[in-house]
């Protein structure tokens, strides 16, 4: 079990551009890691994959588990062995995001953290599974849901990526949440911590694996799509 | 043997800031692969392997062999499994890389390309080993050896990278050459070809391994060094 790699199907350029059909059934994504965070068939919700477990939350807000046959369109997964850090009190995100990133030196590789604790609000999104002919991902963004929570428990998980990879992944930090109860949870907009433990996982390997068998994928005319790294920091911020 | 893997020793954008130590030893990186291109250890020239041997073109245009104890900061290697196109005949560079990128709709996704046969002319270049405090791959270019051969037979070996992965690595093609009789060879500037059999090769992955253990590389500040994607393409065409 490799745990120093960091696997990602397609790219977050694909996604932006409106390549939502699966293209990876579950079953071959969690050969290469039991954790991880990603999207659905048709940008169904947003998953986060915890101990092998692939959670789905869905844009009415619903937390569902995707079967092994079920396909995904993007995820990254990896194999957990969180280093422990410590214990994080009474931040915002951006004093947490701040000071994870300065617990280490990572700048230049792949890195990711897992928050677990209790969190006095979380609000997040969630993006609805789309039909064809599909909008871009900005355009299916702004029908998004939007869920709010106070003092709620439950877990972060999310990867850093080096500004160089910006468009292959979402350059910066890009996390999903889930509670405990597994009643709420999605792409994290905005969150302060009340206390949680942060973990920490470098990764000295970035398997990119691309959708080949996508005749979509394969066919797509990038040049013709010069806004998609400005399309990105629209939507995943 | 994993023939769909292209593996990646550190980034274009390190060894451009001028990252030069040779951070993996050769005996590593061919545990990846039996055929690639890079440089040796503080620039240390141009290399390309064939059949496992790592063939390096010093500066001053000498022909070597690196033994498996030798460093290098950038490579790429892949274990060769190439489609056979067809016959290319009486082509200048421009011509022969636009038809090789018509021959398959591999745009975006990695690829290599084989050319054996022989060439009306082959113009290359090779870097010299420079010493620290390393200069920047611009600058150390500026003093590259310039190398030409007329009426020559050798291999043709290269890669194509979509354009977002620019920086990560070149985008669009980057290949090397080296004649059969091992006497002469280098990053390609310019070429005419006479008559070769092209090979072509998908990788449905790309590896990206960083140099984690090298401090240089982890304490690297790019977001001091803005202009790194313009000195890639002034510095690799």
Same mark, same amino acid.
């Given at each position: 079990? =490799? ?8 790219? *977050? ?8 059909? @699966?293209? *990876? ?8 890691? /039991? ?8 940008? =169904? @919700?947003?998953? !986060? #994959? ?6 789905? #939350? ?11 046959? =079920? ?33 280490? !030196? ?54 850093? +990526?080096?500004?160089?990879? /910006? ?10 949440? #889930? ?6 949870? @999605?792409?994290? *907009? ?7 433990? *942060? ?21 797509? =005319? ?5 806004? #998609? +790294? ?8």
């Amino acid at each position: 079990m =490799d745990t120093t790699t960091l696997y990602q199907h397609s790219t *977050l350029a694909d996604l932006t551009a409106g390549l939502f059909s @699966g293209t *990876l059934p579950v079953s071959q994504l969690l050969q290469h890691g /039991n954790t991880g965070i990603g999207t659905g068939d048709g940008l =169904d @919700g947003e998953l !986060i #994959i915890l101990d092998g477990q692939v959670n789905q #939350i869905t844009g009415d807000g619903e937390v569902r588990e995707l079967a092994p046959k =079920d396909m995904v369109p993007f995820a990254n997964v990896h194999f957990a062995d969180y280093q422990s850090i410590g214990e994080y009190q009474k931040m915002d995100k951006d004093e947490t995001l701040a000071k994870i990133a300065q617990e280490k !030196i990572w700048n230049n590789i792949f890195y990711s953290f897992m928050l677990k604790g209790n969190f006095t609000r979380v609000k997040t999104r969630s993006v609805h599974k789309q039909k064809q002919p599909y909008p871009s991902l900005a355009q299916a963004a702004q029908k998004q849901g939007v869920f709010e929570r106070e003092n709620i428990s439950g877990q972060m998980l999310g990867y850093y +990526a080096p500004s160089l990879y /910006n468009g292959v992944a979402v350059g910066g930090f890009h996390y999903h949440f #889930i509670s405990d109860d597994h009643l709420f949870g @999605g792409h994290v *907009l905005d969150f302060e911590l009340n206390q949680a433990s *942060l973990g920490l996982q470098m990764f000295d390997n970035l398997v990119q694996h691309f959708p080949v068998e996508s005749v979509d994928f394969m066919n797509f =005319d990038y040049s013709q799509h010069h806004d #998609i +790294a400005e399309q990105i920091s629209h939507a995943e911020k």
